[in-house]
């Protein structure tokens, strides 16, 4: 089955920068589009960025834009989200999501259980 | 950005009962809309998609509906695992991908 597993999570000051993975499993990684989406306490959900199944075509949400960077792995089966000059804001649940296409449909149809992400001084 | 907004935010409901939920977009997303449900401590699960496919696995007494503005998510009876928050997203002016802020359906 499906499986997706987020790992990275922790406190980090403002400021500071954090590394995110999933690794993903139970279906052929290389042919589907993924994506990160956050959820802060206690709110609503808010995606982050998407990468396309060869690496070489991504986009961000206007938030995270020139500050993350996503990346993926097609030979390790693995999914990155490069936090750097994180603020307060960014505190959050990060879930990585398969979309369910080749090319990204922006919906999301397998999640992994996230990882928290604590920016406080 | 495409605001989605969810009415009512909360509702309290009874096992059994049908019930429709809200999503209105403030401009048209054709029928580039999913439903999500959400359980505390667990990631979302998509229901709908292209506001009225209903996603692998999702049972029948879940269904969407709308194209435009305007779209609703009914369950044709409540069991008691469907008591959890419900998320409406549009993919239509991609990669602006917004969520409606959530309804929560509690138990009566």
């Known amino acids: 089955q499906v499986q997706l597993e987020e790992s990275g999570g922790g406190v980090v000051q403002p400021g500071g920068s954090l590394r995110l993975s999933c690794g993903a499993s139970?279906?052929?990684?290389?042919?589907?589009?993924m994506h990160w989406v956050r959820q802060a306490p206690g709110k609503g959900l808010e995606w982050v960025a998407v990468?396309?199944?060869?690496?070489?075509?991504?986009h961000y949400a206007d938030s995270v834009k020139g500050r993350f960077t996503i990346s993926r792995d097609n030979s390790k089966n693995t999914l990155s989200l490069q936090m750097n000059s994180l603020r307060t804001e960014d505190t959050a649940v990060y879930f990585c999501?398969?979309?369910?296409?080749?090319?990204?449909?922006?919906?999301?149809?397998?999640w992994g259980h996230g990882t928290l992400v604590t920016v406080s001084s | 950005e495409i605001v989605l907004t969810q009415s009512p935010a909360t509702l309290s409901l009874s096992p059994g009962e049908r019930v429709t939920l809200s999503c209105r977009a403030s401009?048209?997303?054709?029928?580039?809309l999913a439903w999500y449900q959400q359980k505390p401590g667990q990631a979302p699960r998509l229901l709908i998609y292209?506001?009225?496919k209903r996603a692998t696995g999702i049972p029948g007494r879940f269904s969407g509906s709308g194209s435009g503005t305007d779209f609703t998510l009914t369950i044709s009876s409540l069991e008691p695992e469907d008591f959890a928050v419900y998320y409406c997203?549009?993919?239509?002016?991609?990669?602006?991908?917004?969520f409606g802020q959530g309804t929560r359906l509690e138990i009566k």
């Open positions: 139970g279906f052929t990684f290389r042919t589907y589009a």
């Open positions: 990468i396309s199944v060869d690496g070489k075509d991504f």
């Open positions: 999501a398969r979309d369910p296409g080749t090319a990204a449909h922006y919906y999301f149809d397998y």
């Open positions: 401009q048209s997303v054709t029928s580039y």
């Open positions: 292209d506001a009225s």
């Open positions: 997203q549009q993919r239509s002016n991609w990669p602006r991908i917004t």
